[in-house]
């Protein structure tokens, strides 16, 4: 008996069997003795619809109005969710993130949590009722409405498990836990019985979009005992915690993908101190996150960087370039949407210094060309051509773990 934190994520309540399944392991738990707080994302797809239609009216419409649209999915789930656990005879309340004191920045599309005011849904857990609330969204300092970014469900999860103290804070979602890749593209993916947050946060951030990867670093920070589960097989998860056995003998845990990249490359610059300074001082100012970055050895005075962005970020990053092209002294900007980061993420690789060159030979034998490479103590990615992304996945998942499969 305890706090149970439980989050739906869009597929789990997609359509009316789709609540009423998870309406039933609701109120199994609440059955169970548990205090019970249910976090919803949209049914389906309707985040996405919602998008579209906003566009249908314009082309770039304010953040602000967009996350007072996109919450509206939400509020759907929470309510339909409250009917279906009402009609089973229990007692319930469906709150939105303004109704739990969900307070965030103003960062409309990507705002975070600052603090949870818990006391309405102490109240109605001293009632014994069931209390649903809307994940993905808070309200700022002026109670107008925010969005945490895409996938931003599980962190209005983890913050009210934190908040509130609770025993487990369980994640459900369309598959049966954290694979060592996406389990729906990739052969022979595994699933891991648990797996450590630093490790776990990593693949969050490199594109396995199991985990949204800022309530990762959260159930980190305030030690939540988290765990990953299918809402439909019933079976066991993943357990997401401080330390863990290691996987078997495989040096990494997971293989994952990033399309959301975009490489910049700045040509013919001058082969002179303060050059990337300005570069990177430019695109720091617009708030623009650099991920892999390489520099060329300079030839007869000039040399070439390139470094990649998310695609948000590309527009704003050319055209701030382009703008103090004179300033920074370059011949020309080339920008390629056409690429896809692919990365390793383990702690084990730190005292086994073959796994870069394993992960290299595995996409040598592929003929897959690899065009950036950046390293850390418990990552190693590459970036490539976007038509060999999920076959450079394949083989290098293979590489790793065929022998455990
Ligand atoms: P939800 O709507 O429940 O939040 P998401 O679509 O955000 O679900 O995340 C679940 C999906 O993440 C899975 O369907 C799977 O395709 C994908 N995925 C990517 N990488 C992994 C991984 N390493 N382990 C498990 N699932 C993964
Ligand atoms: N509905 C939002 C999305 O589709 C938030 C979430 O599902 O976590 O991104
Ligand atoms: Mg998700």
């Known amino acids: 008996m305890g706090l149970i934190v439980q989050k739906f994520g869009g597929s789990s309540v997609a359509n009316a069997d ?55 999915g939400e509020q759907q789930s929470i309510a339909l969710c409250a009917m279906a656990i009402e009609a089973m005879g229990y007692p319930v309340i469906s709150l939105t993130g303004w109704q739990v004191g969900m307070k965030t920045n103003s960062s409309y599309g990507g705002a975070r949590i600052k603090r949870v005011d818990c006391e309405r849904i102490r109240a109605e857990l001293d009632k014994r009722c069931i209390v649903i609330v809307a994940g993905f969204q808070g309200v700022n300092k002026r109670d107008d409405v925010t969005t945490l970014g895409r996938g931003g469900s599980d962190t209005s ?79 066991p998860g993943t357990k997401v915690k401080e330390v863990v056995k290691p996987v078997e003998n495989s040096h ?61 970020d590309v527009d704003a990053a050319r055209d701030i370039l382009e703008e103090y092209k004179e300033a920074i002294g370059f011949h020309s900007v080339h920008v390629s949407e056409d690429v896809a980061k692919i990365s390793i993420v383990g702690s084990g690789m730190i005292n086994n210094p073959g796994v870069a060159a394993d992960m290299f030979g595995a996409l040598y ?36 773990f065929a022998e455990f499969g």
């Open 18 to 72: 789709k609540i009423r399944n998870v309406a039933k392991i609701i109120t199994k738990t609440y059955d169970d003795g548990n205090d019970v707080i249910v976090v919803l994302s949209a049914q389906g797809d309707t985040t996405d619809d919602l998008i579209a239609k906003a566009g249908e009216l314009n082309s770039k419409p304010s953040k602000r109005e967009m996350d007072m649209l996109l919450a509206t």
């Open 157 to 235: 999860a983890v913050a009210l498990a934190a908040s509130l103290g609770a025993d487990l804070c369980q994640i459900y979602t369309d598959v049966d836990g954290v694979y060592t890749a996406d389990p729906r593209k990739i052969k022979g993916a595994r699933k891991l019985e648990e797996i450590s947050f630093d490790e776990m946060l990593e693949l969050a951030c490199l594109g396995s979009q199991v985990l949204h990867n800022r309530s990762v670093e959260m159930a980190k920070r305030y030690h939540v005992n988290m765990e990953v589960l299918s809402s439909f097989s019933g079976l």
């Open 252 to 312: 990494i845990v997971g293989v994952a993908k990033d399309t959301d990249i975009a490489r910049i490359a700045l040509v013919g610059l001058s082969d002179r101190p303060g050059i990337a300074f300005r570069v990177f001082s430019l695109l720091a100012k617009r708030k623009i996150n650099v991920d892999i970055i390489l520099q060329s050895i300079g030839r007869e005075e000039s040399k070439d960087i390139s470094f990649t962005v998310s695609k948000a």
């Open 365 to 400: 034998n592929a003929n897959i060309n690899i065009n950036m490479i950046s390293t850390s103590e418990i990552k190693v990615s590459v970036l490539v051509d976007i038509r060999d992304a999920d076959h450079a996945v394949q083989v290098i998942h293979d590489k790793f």
